[in-house]
C-alpha cells in the first residue's frame, strides 16, 4: 500500500489508510444512524404530529445528506485524521476547531445518556418490576 500523501498543514501526521471494507463502512453508517432514541422519538413524533413527520424526516435527510457530501469534500481534500474538528480549525479558526471538538463531546455525552434512559424505557415495558435506574446502570457497565 503506497503512503498517503501528508498535506503541509498537518508536519506530524502519520498519513491515513483506506483499510475498510464498503460492507464495514454501511454497517458502522447504519448503526450510528439507527439507535434505541431513534424509535422512541420517532413514537412520540408521531403521535403528535401524525404522517406530517415524514415530510420533517425527508428534509432532514436532505440536509444530512448535503453536509455529509461537503465533509467527504474537505476529506479527500485535506485527508487526516480529525473530521470536521480540524476542517473548522483550518478554515474559519483555532477557536472555531476547538469550539467544534467540544461541543461534539457533549453532544456525545448527553446522547449516550439518552441513549440509556431510552434503553431503560423500553425494558421497563418487558420487566416492569425492575427500577429504571438498574437498566441504566446495567446498559452503562456493559
Same mark, same amino acid.
Given at each position: ?24 463502512? +454501511?454497517?458502522? #453508517?447504519? $448503526?450510528?444512524?439507527? @439507535?434505541?432514541? *431513534?424509535?422512541?422519538?420517532? =413514537?412520540? /413524533? &408521531?403521535? !403528535? ?30 485527508? +487526516?485524521?480529525? #473530521?470536521? $474538528?480540524?476542517?473548522? @480549525?483550518?478554515? *474559519?479558526?483555532?477557536?472555531? =476547531?476547538? /469550539? &467544534?471538538? !467540544? ?40
Amino acid at each position: 500500500m503506497t503512503p498517503v500523501h501528508r498535506p503541509p498543514e498537518f508536519p506530524n501526521e502519520q498519513g491515513l489508510a483506506r483499510q475498510l471494507s464498503s460492507v464495514q463502512q +454501511t454497517t458502522m #453508517a447504519l $448503526g450510528g444512524a439507527i @439507535g434505541t432514541g *431513534l424509535f422512541l422519538a420517532s =413514537g412520540l /413524533a &408521531v403521535n !403528535v404530529a401524525g404522517p406530517a413527520v415524514i415530510l420533517s424526516f425527508i428534509i432532514v435527510a436532505l440536509v444530512s445528506l448535503l453536509l455529509g457530501r461537503a465533509l467527504a469534500e474537505m476529506a479527500v481534500a485535506h485527508p +487526516t485524521a480529525g #473530521a470536521f $474538528g480540524v476542517y473548522a @480549525g483550518m478554515y *474559519l479558526s483555532p477557536f472555531a =476547531g476547538y /469550539a &467544534v471538538r !467540544v461541543s461534539y463531546w457533549l453532544m456525545q455525552v448527553i446522547a449516550t445518556g439518552g441513549q440509556l434512559v431510552a434503553a431503560s424505557i423500553y425494558m421497563a415495558y418487558w420487566f416492569p418490576q425492575v427500577p429504571g435506574a438498574v437498566w441504566v446502570l446495567a446498559f452503562a457497565v456493559m
